[in-house]
């Protein structure tokens, strides 16, 4: 897998113990992990706190929208309670509405010599160049593709002689606004955020196999209020955007076909989901309210992609993650509407917390928890520390400190 950019490695960190933070449209969840070398000197993690409730979450400006007491404080409070432990510092996911995505490619001279390290090194730095603005903090930046003298991808490009490098890259960056409000909200529960993780990317790193991302894969987590989604090829992440379509909506179909309260919505879409079975005087069923809605959701994911110049045939399987991906009777209109095989994305790894976390709902946590341990175990780094809230200054400081992916991936 291609890496983004580094950060400090975890064996500095609170003795290898850190908190994740999904703060969703619909959800504040906490867990607290582990991470340690058992007797074979093997890293590995365990969860050992937990907590979730739901909340009317994150505003769009980075802040806590008006709920009963402080859920962030509470939630941490109730995995430090079941850790017994304190927790100091945090990584937080951000929400897949705030990511932007950029997609860029840098060609340089090479003038018949071989390419070396510093070529690649060069390329990525303009890459985050052109990607950086002013109102934006890039969190995650890495090559997709090389190819010499614009002929077929090479998987390494060092050491071939060409006229030109060209590497395609992926950027992923948030408002710097919203990420200065998200980390002030935290630290006023005592807590210091030590980075921030894009939740698609995050997501779609828990639920994907291997070979799903070589073949080409789409992963789609579809949340409270957003359906975020990131596409896989060649193992690297090359695209991610958002539909603002989510499980609330539905709920809200639902309550309107049938007078419904919310909570009756709800509990109805999540018994019974896309059933097909006619209603009492002849209403409509559950598939004729919640399919049309899905078939927006899946449309408007379709366009983006369509825009980034991804085409499904490119893909080979679509994973749907998230609260709503558990729909009875969601993979045939999936598959329908989006031309690919489907599977439910559950998180692969529960990292030996409760069952709870092993639902689709818990994708981002379980990916973030994946990445994490990566980073402990030195297979790659894959945080964007915010210490440094540039992506640039990190790129000026030195090949060998930020872009240690080339090392460990060739």
Known sequence: ?????????????????????????????CVMTRYFRDDNVQPTAEIIGVSH????????????????????????????TMAS???KEVLVLVNGRQIISHRVAV???????????????????????????KDQTMLHAWPTRFRLDRTNPVEDPRGLSGETLLVEMTCLAAPKSFLTNL??????CDVRVRAFLAAPYAASCGVLMEDEKQMGALCLDIGARTTAFAVWQDGALCHSGHVPIGGDHISGDLAKAYGLGASDAERI?????????IGEEGNLCLADVIGPRMDEIFERVLQQMAVAGIERNQLARVIITGGSSQLENLTPIAEAALGLKMRIGKPLNGWGGPSAVSSPAFAGLMGAIELVHADFSGRFDALASIEDDSALHRAGAGSKKVFGWLRDHF
């Not at 340089?108 to 070529?119: F, H, M, P, R, Y």
Request: hydrophobic fraction near 35%.
């Open 1 to 29: 897998m291609v890496k983004p950019f580094s950060t400090p490695p975890l064996s500095d960190r609170q003795g290898g113990l850190i908190g994740i933070i999904d703060a969703g449209c619909g959800k504040i969840a």
């Open 53 to 80: 409730r739901a909340s009317k979450g994150i505003a769009s400006a980075g802040f806590l929208q008006n709920d009963s007491g402080d859920p962030i404080a509470n939630v941490i409070e109730s995995a430090e």
């Open 85 to 87: 432990e304190r927790l």
């Open 107 to 133: 060609e340089i001279e090479l003038n018949g010599q071989a390419v070396l390290d510093d070529d690649v090194n060069l390329c990525v730095k303009r890459g985050v160049e052109s990607c950086l603005r």
């Open 183 to 188: 980390r002030q909200s935290l630290e006023r």
């Open 269 to 277: 879409k999540v018994q019974r989901g896309l059933d097909t079975e």
